[in-house]
């Protein structure tokens, strides 16, 4: 699972990538980052390779990217 957080001054975004075979781990850590930090809209695509782009205000959004990176972890 790959994480990139990029900041573009007002709005910032995360970019989720990983494969299929962590899907359901990939729609966990997605669904937790959103659910803990409203305000934030995911963009998903792909089918052998999952992203996901969660994209928002950049205190909403580094805050989701801290949830991502401790449930990644988890």
Do not use: Q, W
């Not at 962590?22 to 934030?40: I, M, Q, S, W, Y």
């Amino acid at each position: 699972m790959r994480i990139d957080y990029h900041d573009s001054g007002a709005v910032a975004k995360v970019i989720i990538t990983s494969t299929v075979f962590e899907c359901r781990k990939h729609n966990r850590v997605v669904d937790t980052a959103l659910f803990l930090t409203p305000g934030n809209i995911a963009k998903r695509s792909g089918l052998f390779v999952l992203k996901s782009i969660i994209s928002g205000k950049s205190r909403d959004v580094l805050r989701a990217y801290r949830v991502v990176i401790r449930e990644v972890a988890r």
